[in-house]
Each structure stands twice: as C-alpha cells, then as structure tokens.
C-alpha cells in the first residue's frame, strides 16, 4: 500500500463537481482519507471534527513545515497539506510529522483548481493558510518566469477554487471560512534610516520578486472587496530558524562558516533587516487566523533590526563558541565583501503594533536567543542539509544579471 505522503491526483472526466467528488484512492484499490487509514472502496470518507481541517499551501517548505509541525503539536483540526515540492519544498522537513494521523500530504501544486477544489471539499475544509511561493529575490532577478507563475497565477487560481467552496457553503459556515495570505514586508519596499513599515504604507515592490508578492496581495484584496471572501493578509519581516533551504543568508552563513569557506556580504554590509524566529512567525498567522478581522492586513516583525554585516558576525562569534575546535578559526576571517545585489533594498523595518494591541500577539525570542538556537539546529542537522541540497544549488551566490 502506498505511502499516504505520496499521493498523486488525477481529475475526473468532465471536471470536479462540488458535492460528487471523487476519491482519492491507493494502487491497492483502497480509500486513502485525511488520517491515512485504509478503508474499503465502497466506505464514506472518515468524518472530520466539527470544525473541519486546514488546507495549508506549500506546507513542505521553510516556514510552512514548521507551521504544519506547531499546528499538529498544539491544534486539534487536521491538516491537508499541498505542496508542488520544487527545490525549496522537501519531504525531508516534515519527515517527523509524515505520518501523523492527522497530517494528510498531497503532492500537487495550487495552480491546479480542479485539485484545489477537490481538496476543500473532500476534507470540509474551514481554513486555507497559503505559504506556497517562490521566495528568493536572488533567484527572481535571474528567473521572473516562475515567480508570475507561482505567485500570481497560483494565487490567482486558488482563489478562484477557495471562492468555489466559500460560494457552496450554508450561510453560517460561510461566515467562519478563512483564506490567509502570507507575504512579505518586501512589497513596502526600501526605508531611509527612520521610519517602519505599517499595514498602511504604499507598495513600492523593488524585485521581480516582490512584485510578484505584490500582485497577489492586490487580488487577494480584491476577492474580499469583490466577492465577499473572508480574507486575511500578513506581510512578514525576514524569518529565519531550522528548515530554512541553505541559499538565504543565515543557513547558507552558518554552513559556510563551519567548513571554512568564504562568507560573501554584498556591498558594504549595512542593509537592514528586521529579523523573526520563525515559530514565533508561525504563532502570528495562527493568532490572526483565530481572532483577525476579514479584509484586514497584519504585519508581523520581530523589532530585531540587524546590519546583516551584524548577523554575520554574530553568527561567525557563535559558531566559533559552538565548534571551538575549528581550524580556520576566527569564523569572521572568512567575511569576503563581493558586489552588491542588483535593485538591493536598504533597509526594512516592520511596525507590528497593530497585531500587538489588536490581537496580543508578542514573539517570544529576541534575535540572540532565536540565532543561537538555530545555529545549534544546523550543527545537529548536517544530514538534513546534504539530503535537502540539490546537485544544482552548490551554495554558491546567485542573484547576478546574466
């Protein structure tokens, strides 16, 4: 019998119809439903709790892994978890929760209605969380392609599928539907040395990366106001902690300060970034969820602002702490400074008052407890890395206009 992590889905003839949905079904002929438990063909799909479960979108990612693994540890619905698994999205993270019994994986991909459709009905799905997207500015300055794909045109269509499910429910299910964006501080774009961000500020998106953020926080804005979708927005500071794929600056630091291989820092060293451990992001979203308000915005920061010269060295001074022994020691002897990023913005700051005061939500690591314990989850996770780390990505710096 298959592994109910590596389900694959193929429409009906004809499309999906809400209320005569297909199911999904194993090689051995038998029903696979969200506990994973094998059932006979002719059986009805297992019955969920009242509430109904979560649909999470690239829940196989960095900060979707670690939703998917705070949600089972300290939430009762289920989770229906979709995700395309491209470089950044691996099993491999979610490999202590693969076979939770209320951890249903699907590998598929957002833009995919039909699939979507299926997935919201088949599981009386009362929430969607939607990580899913690509999210390094480095890779969208040498490839805009994939990130108009994903992240406007997979919003798009899973709106469309949410809007779909929304539209069928009775009218009291409507009202306690949710459809929660996860973006980025990044559609603000680049502040002066003063100032932060906050849920009013005018988008000014610097990459193709953020614009493509920015686009889909424009059509989720546009659903509620259109349609009436029960809709929630978070645009996030720079998250950091275990799982994270080793091209973004903190795993791909801590990595190369170890093996002893040069540390490159663009420019000058002294863009600003607002930095938040990603458990604590991960409570945020689910403190919105539960008690947001629909049609509104929350930013969600961690007041930790950093150089990331400043992240560097300090990662350089805890790796020499943690690995004392290390031949190439002082790690900060390896800061290389190379050419800056094209478009590379200055500095962000996020201003989180409102989820604050509204919603009491405060993060509960500063930025030296969270870095530390994320260079001890590196150092105790090399395996991870070398499992996760594709033969196309060699830590090497990307981001240059070819």
């Known amino acids: 019998m298959p592994h109910a992590s590596l389900l694959r889905w193929s429409p009906p003839a004809g499309g999906v119809t809400i209320g005569k949905l297909p199911k999904y079904y194993g090689k051995s002929g038998s029903f696979r439903g969200v506990e994973g438990v094998s059932k006979p063909m002719s059986g009805s799909p297992p019955l969920l709790d009242e509430g109904g479960a979560v649909l999470v979108t690239g829940g196989a990612g960095f900060i979707g892994s670690n939703f998917v693994r705070q949600w089972l540890a300290e939430e009762t619905s289920p989770v229906v978890n979709l995700d395309k698994l491209t470089y950044a999205g691996n099993l491999d993270s979610l490999a202590d929760v693969l076979d939770h019994p209320r951890h249903h994986f699907v590998h598929g991909d957002i833009a995919d209605g039909e ?26 300055i040498e490839g805009p392609a994939a990130f108009v794909e994903t992240n406007v045109l997979g919003t798009f269509r899973l709106l469309e599928a949410a809007r779909r499910w929304w539209s069928s429910l009775p009218e009291s299910r409507r009202s306690a539907f949710r459809f929660l964006h996860v973006s980025t501080d990044e559609v603000y774009g680049s502040l002066g040395p003063t100032g932060k961000f906050t849920e009013t500020t005018p988008y000014a998106p610097n990459s193709p990366y953020s614009a493509s953020k920015a686009a889909s926080d424009h059509f989720v804005r546009a659903y509620h106001h259109t349609y009436g979708l029960p809709v929630l927005v978070t645009n996030c500071s720079n998250n950091y902690g275990p799982y994270q794929f080793p ?63 400043e992240v560097v060295q300090t990662i350089c001074r805890l790796v020499d702490q943690l690995c004392p022994n290390l031949p190439h020691a002082p790690c900060s002897s390896l ?21 604050r005061t509204q919603l009491q939500w405060e993060p509960r690591e500063n930025f030296e407890s969270g870095l530390r314990r994320t260079v001890v989850w590196y150092l105790e996770n090399r395996s991870w890395v070398e499992r996760i780390t594709s033969g196309k990505y060699r830590r090497e710096r990307l981001g240059l206009i070819r």
Request: proline share 5%; charged share 25%.
């Open 247 to 309: 091209e973004k600056l903190i795993p791909l630091m801590i990595l190369n300060a170890v093996e002893g291989k040069p540390l490159p820092v663009y420019g000058d060293g002294l863009q600003v970034r607002d930095w938040l451990y990603v458990e604590d992001h991960c409570r945020a979203i689910r403190t919105v969820l539960a008690r947001g308000r629909p049609g509104e915005v929350y930013n969600i920061g961690g007041n930790c602002e950093r150089t990331n010269l």
């Open 115 to 140: 699939l979507v459709l299926h997935l919201l009905a088949e599981h009386d799905v009362r929430a969607v969380v939607n990580f899913a997207a690509e999210s390094h500015v480095d890779r969208s």
């Open 335 to 355: 800061i290389t400074y190379v050419a800056d990023r094209p478009g590379h913005d200055r500095r962000y700051a996020i201003d989180a008052t409102k989820i």
